[in-house]
């Protein structure tokens, strides 16, 4: 980390365990094929994250550090481990985000299933942050957030929230707007959970490596 980083990027994942992670797109692909692509989409993810420069990387697990893949990412990039807390995908972003702001100015938090994300995002975002914004967001596809950065934590926006609806960032950036809080856009992404999301990923031959060897699993 360069001596003037002042963002740090929370990398969110789940242990990769056939039947247990990315269950909707297993019943296209099956259990193990899912979990692979798992697996090389958080390591994708670290790899982007540590390019970007901006700042330490750590990786957010669930349902805890110990599984052998989060001991590979540590090994593989040097990321520091910490266990998800919290009942709900909002108190768990909540607390994480809120352990990071104690350590650094600005923390940019990011799912691990985004297979366009690119380390020039993450530095745009952090650039929005130490400009004095005090969120900024990546938009999804399916109208929620793949990206959330932060300069300071109101736990308003991340309480009552319908995780996985179409309103998500609207519901979301309302609440940023009753604070007055200052927000900024990157560039909308996929997120890689359904059936329709694998057939995007694998016609697209920049994500080849991802899908390789079970092209046919459907």
């Known amino acids: 980390m360069s001596p003037d980083a002042r963002t740090t990027i929370l990398v969110f994942a789940k242990a990769p365990d056939p039947g247990k992670v990315k269950t909707r797109l297993a019943s296209h692909i099956g259990e193990g094929p899912a979990a692979v692509l798992a697996a090389r989409l958080a390591l994708r993810t670290l790899a982007s994250a540590c390019e970007a420069g901006v700042g330490d990387v750590e990786l957010w697990c669930a349902p805890d550090t110990v599984h052998p893949f989060f001991d590979l990412c540590r090994r593989r990039h040097g990321v520091a481990l910490h266990g998800q807390v919290g009942d709900d995908l909002g108190a768990r972003m909540s607390h994480a985000l809120r352990s990071a702001l104690q350590r650094t100015p600005a923390a940019i938090l990011i799912g691990s299933d985004i297979p366009g994300l690119t380390p020039a995002d993450l530095r745009l975002a952090a650039a929005s942050l130490a400009a004095g914004d005090d969120a900024v ?31 998500v960032l609207s519901q979301t950036l309302a609440r940023c707007d009753v604070l007055g809080w200052r927000v900024a856009n990157v560039a909308t992404r996929w997120d890689v959970d359904r059936p329709e999301d694998f057939e995007r990923l694998r016609q697209d031959p920049t994500f080849a490596a991802l899908t390789a060897a079970f092209q046919n699993a459907a």
């Open 137 to 167: 967001f990546g938009p999804a596809d399916d109208g929620g957030y793949w990206l959330i950065g932060l300069r300071r934590v109101d736990h308003a926006i991340f309480t009552d929230v319908a995780w996985g609806n179409s309103n």
